[in-house]
T-cell receptor
Framework: GQQLNQSPQSMFIQEGEDVSMNCTSS?????WLWYKQDPGEGPVLLIA?????ELTSNGRLTAQFGITRKDSFLNISASIPSDVGIYFC??????????????FGGGTRLMVKP | GAVVSQHPSRVICKSGTSVKIECRSL??????MFWYRQFPKKSLMLMAT?????????EQGVEKDKFLINHASLTLSTLTVTSAHPEDSSFYIC???????????FGPGTRLTVT
């Protein structure tokens, strides 16, 4: 199925560094979601964005809904070892109560060196 | 809030047998649930959308007779992998929509191994 272009595919950073990842799409969405998945677990919702241009924070995480509605980024500040995992973006089109389905990015694997 | 559980977390079965996976929304009523399949180091692939009280909608390429979905109540959807084969081995994850919002909350996943 369709996937969003998510980059980078993987990152290996030093503890304390900031992290940035983004997703782009050829089509528009009216909701962007960011999830984190630990090995052997299901994805956990981190941040949900509903309006173009919206900037939302959740602790050390900040995400923005691109003004064109075709992209979103996620920043993690001052990374810590427990930030390790795979981060997925997901776009959603929710017009007329249809299109509940999510379109996922390919994931960004984050590794943090203590 | 918005907790989704799955059972079992791991299952090993023999080729030719059927396996049922349960997905429950624990603290909300989910009119819509979703079933995904995930291969190692890959993203999630939507298999089907399950609506309470009606037939599931399957994605292109997913065999509905192979992957039976039942959404009999507002808190439970089941996925039955019929006549399982080794190529069905995978990580199966369900999610549920918590209305009136559209966000999906995921279960912890079920690791299926077919020998």
């Amino acid at each position: 199925g369709q996937q969003l272009n998510q980059s980078p595919q993987s990152m290996f950073i030093q503890e304390g560094e900031d992290v940035s990842m983004n997703c782009t799409s050829s089509s528009i969405f009216n909701t962007w979601l960011w999830y984190k998945q630990d090995p052997g677990e299901g994805p956990v919702l981190l941040i949900a964005l509903y309006k173009a241009g919206e900037l939302t924070s959740n602790g050390r995480l900040t995400a923005q809904f691109g003004i064109t509605r075709k992209d979103s980024f996620l920043n993690i500040s001052a990374s810590i070892p427990s930030d390790v995992g795979i981060y997925f973006c997901a776009g959603q089109l929710t017009q007329n109560n249809a299109g509940n389905m999510l379109t996922f990015g390919g994931g960004t694997r984050l590794m943090v060196k203590p | 809030g918005a907790v989704v559980s799955q059972h079992p977390s791991r299952v090993i079965c023999k080729s030719g047998t059927s396996v049922k996976i349960e997905c429950r929304s624990l603290d909300f009523q989910a009119t819509t649930m979703f079933w995904y399949r995930q291969f190692p180091k890959k993203s999630l692939m939507l298999m089907a959308t399950s609506n309470e009280g009606s037939k599931a909608t399957y994605e292109q390429g997913v065999e509905k007779d192979k992957f039976l979905i039942n959404h009999a109540s507002l808190t439970l959807s089941t996925l039955t992998v019929t006549s399982a084969h080794p190529e069905d081995s995978s990580f199966y994850i369900c999610s549920a929509r918590n209305p009136p919002g559209y966000e999906q909350y995921f279960g912890p996943g079920t690791r299926l191994t077919v020998t």
